[in-house]
């Protein structure tokens, strides 16, 4: 059975959340695209109110996306970003087959990940003309529903995130778990330990 290791990206791989520092990027390059945040506030407030789901604040967030060049600020943004990734994600540090697994947008997450040499890539679906999410965002138990899905006949031997109140389910996948500190650091512990 193969072996891969698992990994979150967002204050993980790098040290930041990289929808919402895509979204100041673009805001700071491509200026007009402030006219959308009426709407993007009008889907963000239902959320944190708890009425609607993350998914639905998230689609008014990537609204922006119909009126820029996508690839062309893609790009831009992570010629900027990849040397925050860090050292010990980089392919010539990695031991096994890495599977990312993240809530971000596929359409921010696949450059960056091809950069990278990343085997496996799992994260939510966006329409790209749009930035409505497609399906179910890809957060705590959905990770693993996603996991299970896309991922056969194969055995994770590690687990990486910064998260442990959210990546619960992720961190249950592996035979060893790390929690990722702030600068990068890798904090071994015992899965039945911290989850009592």
């Known amino acids: 059975m193969k072996e891969i290791d698992i990994y979150d990206f967002d ?9 919402s520092r895509f979204w100041l990027f673009c805001l700071v390059h491509n200026p007009w695209i402030v006219i959308c945040l009426p709407y993007q506030a ?3 407030i239902p959320c944190l ?12 967030l990537f609204s922006f996306i119909r009126l820029i060049n996508l690839e062309k600020n893609v790009k831009a943004f992570w010629d900027k970003n990849e040397k925050a990734v860090f050292d ?4 010539e540090n990695r031991k096994r087959e890495a599977v990312v697994i993240s809530a971000s ?11 990278l040499a990343v085997e496996k890539l799992i994260c939510t ?30 055995k994770a031997v590690n687990v990486y995130s910064d998260s442990l109140k959210s990546d619960k389910p ?12 702030k600068n990068g650091e890798q904090i071994p512990f015992e899965f039945e330990e911290v989850y009592k």
């Open 125 to 154: 679906k966006h329409n790209e003309k749009t930035g409505a999410v497609i399906g179910e965002n890809c957060k705590g138990a959905e990770k693993v529903t996603r996991y299970r899905k896309e991922i056969k006949n194969c």
């Open 11 to 19: 204050k993980t791989v790098v040290p930041f959340d990289s929808g």
């Open 170 to 181: 992720l961190f249950s996948l592996g035979e060893n778990c790390y929690h990722i500190q």
């Open 49 to 60: 109110l708890g009425i609607k789901s993350l998914a639905f604040a998230k689609t008014g």
């Open 105 to 115: 947008p596929d359409f921010l997450l696949k450059e960056i990940c091809g950069r």
């Open 42 to 44: 009008l889907r963000a």
């Open 88 to 91: 010990w994600f980089k392919p």
